[in-house]
């Protein structure tokens, strides 16, 4: 995926491979949140989602002295090695659940209706983590980095149908398991 | 100008899958869905309020707030500017036709009595949240990440 040659991010990156401080700092005000948000919504746990978001940038400082202007834009690179780092502990899981089941997450209704704001974001954590991988890949992504379709199909390596179809299929099954919380949102 | 025909089943099929707020929607119809809903606005405001019910809930997925010691971490480990001892063997090394490296390493070896010292790449260790401690090579220009990132294997 090429950039079109207006990445908002390539001058602080050369700003970090000529290790300029103020660029490191710039480059993680605008990026880092991003990347931890993107983790934690696809491990569903915090630790995790902050060791993903280190290494993330780890390799992104090997990189900074080597980056191709004109190749991919850094956000997407950001984005695509946070995915991979992601499935690698995802696949590390499921390695481990054949072992011993998980504990099942309850995504359904609390016994008390009236759900505080906490509750609340509990309750649609769980749902979106309840998810098949790709499906919440694909919410997270469209939805929460507010990629546009073209670009989240490319990170994953599908057709823009097919990324509908796990954008529909996604959101279907969350307004199920999440049909209690109508007056709420 | 016309604007492109879309019927309501594709309406509701975007509004299913991108969510209640045309602007997220795929650019090239964009326009198309807005004329829709001009035309029939009660119906199908009411698709676009059922599905951004959804959006408003899948907001309030916690993010995470950057841990300051994080931050810290990143910091320390970004690549260091270059120190005037490295620019200066860097800049006399290019004018006698050499690389700083093996500039570096004709300097080392003079220094040690005429034995060349092997030039390793710097590395730093580097605290996980989970504790664990990982190495990192801190400069490692013969990598291009950009073209070897690790693919995932299929879930």
Known sequence: MASDGNDPDEALLAGVGRGDPSAVRTLLDRRLPRILALSRRMLNDPGEAEDVAQETFLRAWKQARAWKPGGARFDTWLHRVALNLCYDRLRRRREIATDAPPEQVDTGPAPDAGLLGAELSRRVEAALAALPSRQREAIVLCHHQGLGNIEAAGLMEISVEALESLLARGRRTLKASLADLRGAG | ?155
């Open chain 2, 1 to 155: 100008m016309m604007s492109p025909e879309m019927s309501e089943g594709r309406f509701e099929a975007l509004a299913e899958t991108y969510g209640g707020e045309i602007a997220r929607w795929p650019e090239g119809e964009r326009e198309a869905a807005r004329a829709l809903l001009a035309a029939q606005p009660e119906r199908l405001s009411a698709v676009l309020d059922a599905a951004a019910h959804l959006d408003r809930l899948l907001d309030l997925a916690p993010a995470q707030s950057v841990d300051a010691a994080l931050l810290g971490r990143l910091i320390a480990a970004a690549p260091p500017a270059p120190n005037t001892a490295g620019r200066w063997i860097a800049g006399l090394g290019a004018a006698l036709g050499l690389s700083a490296a093996a500039f570096a390493g004709v300097l080392a070896g003079v220094a040690v009595g005429g034995h060349a010292l092997p030039v390793a790449a710097p590395a730093a260790a580097t605290q996980m949240a989970n504790g664990r401690v990982e190495t990192v090579t801190a400069v490692d220009m013969s990598n291009d990440l950009q073209d070897a990132i690790e693919e995932p294997a299929e879930l």
